[in-house]
């Protein structure tokens, strides 16, 4: 159980388009989900987390109109980076709680998507 | 503001040994949660271990156990028996109970399991 999905493991795209990451819940039921970046040899940073219904809560200096959030259903939540840079390259990770286990508390990541902007 | 330390960015191990990675932290909260992820190569963050503040007994998994000293804000992670998957990147992580939810990261201890 607590399995967390995301799509696509990688992406390569050209700079000033935009880029679609799915991160999917496959056996449970969401109500938040997290997003991270995580750049080479460093730890994760959260950029926002999703609240299905209602707008994402987005971290001091990630802008959000970059980094659109949808959290449309309770296994979904996309991340859209828009007019992509080359400084956008990244790693980045989602995660999800369980609410159906004891430790709530507890995030499950998914495997993660490369993205390369050329 | 909540802040978790490792002071060892990269240790090593021999097969079949014990390692114990350190992690500090800071906070004003009384109740929250500690973790240690693990990961590896493949990035893919996996939990190792969990431990509830609240709780005096340090928290098992199989061979990872901790060693929470809640007065002097520590939570190391001990591996025995080394395997060579044990070979990744651990991250120690605390949340505050309830809150914002959030997840504070440490920056990383690189693990390297020697045969």
């Known amino acids: 159980g607590a399995v967390v999905s995301q799509h696509p493991s990688r992406v390569i795209c050209k700079s000033g388009t935009s880029v679609k990451i799915e991160c999917r819940s496959l056996?449970?039921?969401?109500?938040?989900m997290f997003w991270y970046r995580q750049f080479p040899k460093k730890s994760l940073m959260l950029m926002a987390t999703?609240?299905?219904?209602?707008?994402?809560?987005?971290e001091q200096g990630v802008e959000k109109d970059k980094f659109l959030i949808n959290h449309a259903s309770l296994t979904l939540s996309t991340l859209t980076v828009t007019s992509a840079h080359p400084e956008d390259s990244s790693f980045y990770i989602c995660s999800a709680r369980d609410p159906r286990r004891s430790t709530t508390d507890t995030q499950y990541f998914g495997p993660g998507t490369r993205l390369t902007v050329l | 503001a909540q802040t978790v330390t490792q002071s060892q960015p990269e240790m090593s191990v021999q097969e079949a040994e014990t390692v114990t990675l350190s992690c500090t932290y800071d906070t004003s909260e009384s109740d929250y949660y500690l973790f240690w992820y693990k990961q590896p190569p493949s990035r893919q963050m996996i939990l190792v271990i969990r431990q509830e503040a609240y709780k005096q007994q340090n928290a098992t998994e199989n061979r990872f156990s901790v060693n929470f000293q809640k007065a002097a804000k520590s939570f190391s992670l001990k591996i025995s028996d080394s395997q060579l998957g044990d070979a990744a990147m651990y991250f120690c992580?605390?949340?505050?109970?309830?809150?914002?939810?959030?997840?504070?990261f440490g920056k990383g201890t690189k693990l390297t399991v020697n045969p």
């Open positions: 992580a605390f949340t505050p109970q309830g809150g914002s939810e959030k997840l504070v």
């Open positions: 056996d449970f039921q969401a109500t938040t």
């Open positions: 999703s609240n299905e219904g209602s707008k994402a809560t987005y």
